[in-house]
């Protein structure tokens, strides 16, 4: 038996209304679902694209370089940033005072 379910795997709740950005549930409605009748997680499931409609969705990750891009068509120059898309590295021989 497959019990139907509205989670989406963006598991999230939102803290101005307490539902998760992608199913909709309140953590007490996600903890209990399994406990539901079919009954019961149809009247819900329901309910679900009303709340989702209420909740601000957050805009998707953003890279270094795309809120770069934002920040200098805002204010016109970059606020410490970098170019770079992944974590700034660093040499790590002049961390530990050993050269190569």
């Known amino acids: ?5 509205p989670c989406i795997l963006l598991c999230s709740i939102d803290e101005r209304t307490g539902y998760c950005f992608g199913c909709g549930r309140s953590g007490g409605e996600i903890a ?3 406990e539901y009748s079919d009954e019961e997680r149809r009247a819900l499931m329901a309910e679900l694209p009303a ?7 957050r805009p998707r990750r953003q890279t ?5 891009k934002a920040q200098t068509t805002a204010s016109g ?6 170019l770079e898309d992944g974590p ?4 790590q ?3 530990t005072g050993r050269t190569s």
């Not at 038996?1 to 379910?5: F, G, L, Q």
Request: charged share 40%.
């Open 64 to 68: 270094r370089r795309q809120r770069l």
């Open 88 to 91: 700034a590295t660093r040499d």
């Open 77 to 82: 120059s970059p606020e410490n940033e970098t």
């Open 93 to 95: 021989s002049t961390e």
């Open 32 to 34: 209990a679902w399994m």
């Open 1 to 5: 038996m497959t019990i139907e379910t």
């Open 51 to 57: 709340r989702l409609e209420t909740i601000e969705r």
